[in-house]
């Protein structure tokens, strides 16, 4: 059984017992986290398809961690002049275990 929901403007492809790298979601650690906006839900029944979203269907987790991930290096340059650039940008992420597809 799986699920795909829309959090925070991306769509990840969920299962129960997993847990899911998804951009911040305000809470602490241990909170609980509902998800309603559910595109599509596969069990052994069959699939059901949301227009666009699925009625009724809800997808619950528990906020694991919020962490920062790796630096990325931003480097521009422009030839024969003196520019160029060096940025670095750490992204806040929060781990999710997903408990419950219903």
């Known amino acids: 059984m799986y699920a795909v929901i829309e959090a925070a403007g991306r769509q990840y492809r969920v299962e129960p017992g997993e847990t899911v790298k998804m951009e911040k979601i305000a809470g602490d650690p241990g909170t609980a986290v509902v998800f309603d906006k559910v595109l599509v839900v596969s069990s052994d029944a069959g699939a059901q398809i ?15 961690r919020t962490a920062r991930d790796r630096k990325v290096r931003v480097f521009t340059y422009k030839n024969k002049t003196t520019r160029k650039r060096l940025v670095g940008h750490r992204q806040t992420s929060t781990y999710v275990n ?3 597809i219903g």
């Open 50 to 64: 949301g227009k666009p979203y699925v009625t009724g269907a809800t997808v619950s987790g528990t906020i694991v």
């Open 98 to 100: 997903i408990t419950q």
